[in-house]
């Protein structure tokens, strides 16, 4: 769909106009300072602290319930922690990067000057959407870009108090968010970014890949897959219990790098239903009653989680509830569950869960369970628990994830000197830190020739002297 400017609906008009006025200023008014670029910063970290408690509630009306400081440890920290970041290096990133010149080149000088891309599109999903909305924005202002963000319909409040946040605090030429439904997402994706970066599912990033092609616009695709977890024979199994659980149960599942199955030593199993058992119940007291626990999104999710349960159910498989809670569908509140040796056909072994359930799956060896990593596609994450520092090298060296947290999860996310990515399906490219700023920039390669290089000697007419030369270089 793409509609004329005249007939378009308000959201598409709005779409078009706002990446024209970014398009434009990127285009007539040059790379902007770091002097300006810290400011930016620091007007958005000013505008996000200022208005904490409004975004927190905004986002607990969007899931019905999300406790605030799941809220501000997921989502406020680390944003924070990452325009602090990007304040304190931004400076030296944006200076010119000296590079080795070849020996026959010299005395000539190589460098590579950062310059910012243009306009940045940033899609943003509604499970995290002011870290996946706001992380990547922080990437683009240090690099020097302007930004166009799409947040997700499915988080309204959300979305509409950060839309209004963002036109008070940055100019019409600097940041603008766009809301609308699938439709806008779709028109959005097919603008003539110079990088776009998507957050979301595998099945939408090929979509959205295949609109960004239409203009050859490179993309970041941040996606999701299966994460596995792999205990290994020597692991504190106590401790990878709770651990999993944190990770597993931080906003009810709903993360793209959750812990999605457990491979674990044949034979502990039930050992491990007991201690996530416990652990579930020291995080989540009452778990009817808790105000810790997230709800999920809305009713569409909560019934395909609700699907997978009742397939696997009907297969025969066994099922540990993790609390005595029952589920409530009104309310959209999951119990957490377990599922023991899953069939691969079930969906919850094919689809990524998203949810409060987690297969749990026996293996004969360390070596079983890296074949099984093996056999599917890339993850976004991987987590090994064990204490034999050549078991987890083994993992590490015969798997290729994303990124590996060791002997815990999700904190790999939270590394600001550690890039954030997928691989294969689990997506391309990567950001945080410094490799968001970039991924975001045009690393321009430059080379000044000084007036006594040799290499001025190579040129016709060629002669004895030029072939003496080659012989010497090739050497």
Same mark, same amino acid.
């Given at each position: 769909?793409?509609?004329?400017?005249?007939?378009?609906?308000?959201? !598409?008009?709005?779409?078009? #106009?706002?990446?024209?006025?970014?398009?434009?200023?990127?285009?007539?008014?040059?790379?902007?300072?770091?002097?300006?670029? *810290?400011?930016?910063? &620091?007007? @958005?970290?000013?505008?996000?602290?200022?208005?904490?408690?409004?975004?927190?509630?905004?986002?607990?009306?969007? !899931?019905?319930?999300?406790?605030?400081?799941?809220?501000?440890?997921?989502?406020?920290?680390?944003?924070?922690?990452?325009?602090?970041?990007?304040?304190?290096?931004?400076?030296?990133?944006?200076?010119?990067?000296?590079?080795?010149?070849?020996?026959?080149?010299?005395?000539?000088?190589?460098?590579? @000057?950062?310059?910012?891309?243009?306009?940045?599109?940033?899609?943003?999903?509604?499970?995290?959407?002011?870290?996946?909305?706001?992380?990547?924005?922080?990437?683009?202002? *240090?690099?020097?870009?302007?930004?166009?963000?799409?947040?997700?319909?499915?988080?309204? *409040?959300?979305?509409?108090?950060?839309?209004?946040?963002?036109?008070?605090? !940055?100019?019409?030429?600097?940041?603008?968010?766009?809301?609308?439904?699938?439709?806008?997402?779709?028109?959005?994706?097919? @603008?003539?970014?110079?990088?776009?970066?998507?957050?979301?599912?595998?099945?939408?990033?090929? =979509?959205?890949?295949?609109?960004?092609?239409?203009?050859?616009?490179?993309?970041?695709?941040?996606?999701?897959?299966?994460?596995?977890?792999?205990?290994?024979?020597?692991?504190?199994?106590?401790? *990878?219990?709770?651990?999993?659980?944190?990770?597993?149960?931080?906003?009810?599942? &709903?993360?793209?790098?959750?812990?999605?199955? /457990?491979? +674990? $030593?044949?034979?502990?199993?039930?050992?491990?239903?007991?201690?996530?058992?416990?652990? /579930?119940?020291?995080?989540?007291?009452?778990?009817?009653?808790?105000?810790?626990?997230?709800?999920?999104?809305?009713?569409?999710?909560?019934?395909?989680?609700?699907?997978?349960?009742?397939?696997?159910?009907?297969?025969?498989?066994?099922?540990?509830?993790?609390?005595?809670?029952?589920?409530?569908? =009104?309310?959209?509140?999951?119990?957490?569950?377990?599922?023991?040796?899953?069939?691969?056909?079930?969906?919850?072994?094919?689809?990524?869960?998203?949810?409060?359930?987690?297969?749990?799956?026996?293996?004969?060896?360390?070596?079983?369970?890296?074949?099984?990593?093996?056999?599917?596609?890339?993850?976004?994450?991987?987590? /090994? !628990?064990?204490? #034999?520092?050549?078991?987890?090298?083994?993992? +590490?060296?015969?798997?290729?994830?994303?990124?590996?947290? /060791?002997? #815990?999860?999700?904190?790999?996310?939270?590394?600001?000197?550690?890039?954030?990515?997928?691989?294969?399906?689990?997506?391309?490219?990567?950001?945080?830190?410094?490799?968001?700023?970039?991924?975001?920039?045009?690393?321009? $390669?430059?080379?000044?020739?000084?007036?006594?290089?040799?290499?001025?000697?190579?040129?016709?007419?060629?002669?004895?002297?030029?072939?003496?030369?080659?012989?010497?270089?090739?050497?």
């Amino acid at each position: 769909m793409n509609p004329t400017h005249d007939s378009a609906p308000p959201a !598409f008009a709005s779409l078009q #106009d706002s990446f024209a006025t970014l398009h434009a200023a990127s285009r007539g008014q040059g790379a902007p300072d770091w002097p300006t670029r *810290a400011a930016h910063l &620091q007007r @958005l970290r000013a505008m996000l602290m200022q208005h904490r408690a409004a975004i927190v509630q905004a986002i607990a009306t969007d !899931f019905g319930q999300r406790p605030r400081q799941e809220t501000e440890l997921a989502e406020l920290f680390p944003v924070v922690t990452g325009i602090n970041h990007a304040l304190k290096h931004g400076r030296r990133w944006i200076a010119p990067r000296r590079r080795r010149t070849g020996l026959w080149m010299l005395p000539g000088a190589s460098r590579l @000057l950062p310059q910012p891309l243009g306009v940045v599109g940033i899609v943003t999903p509604w499970n995290y959407p002011l870290e996946l909305s706001i992380g990547p924005l922080t990437a683009a202002l *240090a690099a020097g870009n302007r930004a166009l963000i799409k947040l997700s319909e499915f988080s309204p *409040a959300f979305s509409t108090l950060m839309a209004g946040l963002i036109e008070q605090t !940055f100019a019409a030429d600097t940041v603008r968010v766009i809301e609308g439904d699938a439709e806008v997402a779709r028109a959005f994706s097919a @603008l003539p970014f110079d990088h776009l970066l998507f957050t979301g599912s595998t099945a939408v990033g090929h =979509a959205v890949m295949r609109a960004a092609s239409e203009h050859l616009t490179p993309v970041t695709l941040e996606l999701g897959g299966k994460s596995p977890v792999i205990i290994g024979p020597g692991a504190d199994l106590a401790h *990878a219990a709770e651990r999993i659980m944190v990770g597993k149960l931080l906003n009810a599942g &709903q993360t793209c790098i959750a812990p999605d199955h /457990v491979l +674990l $030593p044949a034979g502990r199993e039930d050992d491990f239903v007991r201690l996530a058992r416990a652990a /579930v119940a020291r995080l989540y007291p009452n778990l009817a009653q808790s105000p810790d626990y997230t709800r999920i999104i809305n009713a569409r999710q909560y019934q395909r989680l609700a699907g997978y349960l009742q397939e696997a159910q009907q297969a025969g498989t066994r099922i540990e509830p993790l609390a005595d809670a029952p589920d409530d569908a =009104a309310l959209r509140r999951l119990t957490p569950r377990l599922l023991l040796a899953p069939a691969e056909s079930l969906r919850v072994m094919q689809d990524e869960i998203f949810g409060p359930l987690l297969p749990v799956i026996g293996t004969a060896s360390v070596d079983e369970a890296i074949a099984h990593v093996n056999r599917r596609p890339r993850p976004l994450a991987l987590y /090994v !628990f064990e204490k #034999d520092g050549a078991v987890i090298d083994q993992v +590490l060296a015969r798997t290729t994830s994303g990124g590996v947290t /060791v002997n #815990d999860t999700l904190l790999h996310f939270a590394q600001d000197d550690l890039p954030f990515g997928g691989v294969g399906a689990s997506g391309m490219g990567a950001y945080h830190g410094q490799w968001g700023f970039d991924a975001l920039s045009h690393l321009k $390669p430059v080379f000044t020739q000084s007036m006594l290089a040799g290499v001025s000697l190579l040129k016709p007419p060629y002669g004895a002297t030029f072939d003496r030369m080659m012989r010497w270089m090739m050497r």
